[in-house]
């Protein structure tokens, strides 16, 4: 008897413990359900917000892409049709010569950069796909240009594991140094929340990219006999010089001046004088991602240029000076 007390004594218990516990869920789920519904009409997302959210959609539709295609070999047309939004096809994405744990990880990746379109998309309008040049060529231009001479033979970035990493090291820093400039012009929680969640992935990225490079920073890319750290550090000097905004992009290996806290040439990541991450504004992201250091001026991975408001004001801008000269 005495027994049996005690069990629906304690079972009671348990089954209050319960119960608070359902009522404690259940409070933290209404506030929050309310509010996403509030969000979902981007009711709450001021213009300026939905201007700078969409500008990252075309950075994330180029990494989407180079990581799909480069571990895949498919790319978001057969993967996420959805996303596509009917926009044309990459040119010349192809899969990349990999070994399996760089095929793994930039596997990974390319999932992760699906996530985040369909994240933004879920936000703002957006748009779709613009046309991206992802072709052989295309890259061989930025190292030709990062070296300031002709390569032969031309860069191949799906020739294998290291080209691959050096094409990769071109990509998400450029989205992180983005989401940064980004993120104090937000206004709304909600933009905010968003920029942050993608700002910590693509940095991790980075970090990923960075840190295998880091590990072969002494390797001689064949055939060129150039170290694999020159090779970042040209690539980061050209965009700094693209972008018009200062140092915002440093190598792997710097002069300990650069490096953290001034006392340490290993730059594993890229950061200001208090290790900070650099920002940049969409302008000096389109000027580097066009490789005409304009943002007036399209071509490199955007042979028709960006889409969303910011992008497509300068595009207006070009038009009339095109215009405008030509009637002189
Ligand atoms: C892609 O880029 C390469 C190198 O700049 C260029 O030769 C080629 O014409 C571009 N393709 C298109 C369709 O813009
Ligand atoms: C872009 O075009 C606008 C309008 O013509 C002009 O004011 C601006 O200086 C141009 N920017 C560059 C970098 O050429």
Known sequence: ??????CTAASSLVLMKFLSIFIFLLLLLLPSSSTAS??????AIPQSDVDLLE???????LEAEFFLWGSLGRGLDTVAPELT??????????????DHLVRDIVAQFAFQEV????????????????????????????INDAFGQTLKPPFDPYANEINYLIASYIIPYVGLTGYVGANPKLQSPTAKRLVAGLLGVESGQDAVIRTLLYERKLVKVNPYGITVAEFTNRISSLRNKLGHGGLKDEGLVVTPIEGAEKRIKG????????????????????????GS?????????????????IAKSYLIKQKFYLLEQYSA
């Open 1 to 6: 008897m005495a027994l049996s007390t005690s």
């Open 38 to 43: 509030h969000a979902k009409g981007s009711s």
């Open 55 to 61: 500008f990252p959609l075309n950075l994330e539709y």
């Open 85 to 98: 939004g009917h926009g044309p096809s990459p040119i010349g994405a192809k899969i990349a010569n990999l």
């Open 115 to 142: 996530g985040h379109l369909r994240a933004i998309k879920k936000t703002v309008p957006g748009f779709p796909r613009p046309l991206l040049n992802l072709s052989r060529e295309s890259f061989a231009t930025v």
């Open 267 to 290: 730059n594993v990541l890229a950061g200001d004088q208090f290790s900070l991450s650099f920002g940049r504004t969409p302008e000096e992201i389109l000027r580097v991602v066009y």
């Open 293 to 309: 250091g304009n943002e007036n001026k399209t071509g490199g991975f955007y042979p028709k240029g960006a889409d969303g408001r």
